[in-house]
């Protein structure tokens, strides 16, 4: 099955600065790649996602790259603000049979005024 | 107002006794799963639901059932709890399988001693 790796898994930024989560897949067959935010004590909020035929997408601060070749995808958030402080979960699904999404691990950002 | 539901939100209990987590959802969507969050672990997902009376493990199905009789509803079954399976749940739904935004639910926080 597909394997989602995710890095940091902490990562602390002063407000304005920018931030940058990594993520690689194992199954070059993965196609859609969603980002989720998880902000305390509420669900997995989705906040951009690429699908495989596209480089990059951008969503105002955020924006998400993808390197099919080398199997990783990226999400990029400009200019953080304190209320960018979540974890963050990126994700791979395998357009297959009953296909589902592999999460990584999550990366706790932390955004100091 | 789009939502997942679930409930209780918070629930402590001993080992051995049966318990139910309700998850329901107001999207005529036709997938639904469960997923625990460990720190650490991240998002694994447990069970999950094509339509009704389709049902599917996940990666950690051990320990849980699940049932789906009507499209809004999706409930986690705990028949006889263990201390490993304290955890934070979350219930999802989507329009489909993969590369469809999946709503999560607020989550419910058990604790089995």
């Known amino acids: 099955g597909e394997n989602v790796e995710q890095h940091p898994s902490t990562l602390s930024v002063q407000e304005g600065d920018s931030a940058v989560i990594k993520c690689t897949y194992s199954?070059?067959?993965?196609?859609?790649f969603p980002w989720y935010k998880q902000e305390l004590g509420k669900g997995p909020q989705l906040i951009i996602d690429i699908r495989s035929n596209v480089g990059e997408k951008k969503d105002q601060r955020i924006a998400v790259t993808l390197n099919k070749t080398a199997k990783h995808f990226s999400l990029h958030i400009t200019e953080t603000q304190p209320e960018d402080s979540a974890v963050y979960f990126c994700a791979a699904s395998i357009p297959s049979g009953y296909s589902t999404l592999t999460f990584g691990k999550g990366t706790m950002l932390l955004v100091s005024p | 107002e789009a939502q997942v539901t679930q409930n209780p939100r918070y629930l402590i209990t001993v080992t051995g006794k049966k318990l139910t987590v309700t998850c329901s959802q107001n999207?005529?969507?036709?997938?639904m799963s469960w997923y625990r969050q460990d720190p650490g672990l991240g998002l694994r997902q447990i069970y999950y639901?094509?339509?009704?009376?389709?049902?599917d493990k996940g990666d950690v199905p051990e320990g849980y059932k699940v049932s789906r009789k009507e499209k809004r509803n999706f409930p986690l079954i705990l028949e006889s709890p263990s201390p490993n399976q304290t955890s934070l749940y979350f219930c999802?739904?989507?329009?489909?399988?993969?590369?469809?935004?999946?709503?999560f639910g607020p989550g419910t926080r058990l604790t089995v001693t």
């Open positions: 999207m005529n969507h036709e997938y």
């Open positions: 199954d070059s067959a993965s196609n859609y």
């Open positions: 639901s094509m339509n009704v009376e389709v049902t």
């Open positions: 999802a739904s989507s329009a489909d399988r993969g590369a469809y935004e999946q709503y």
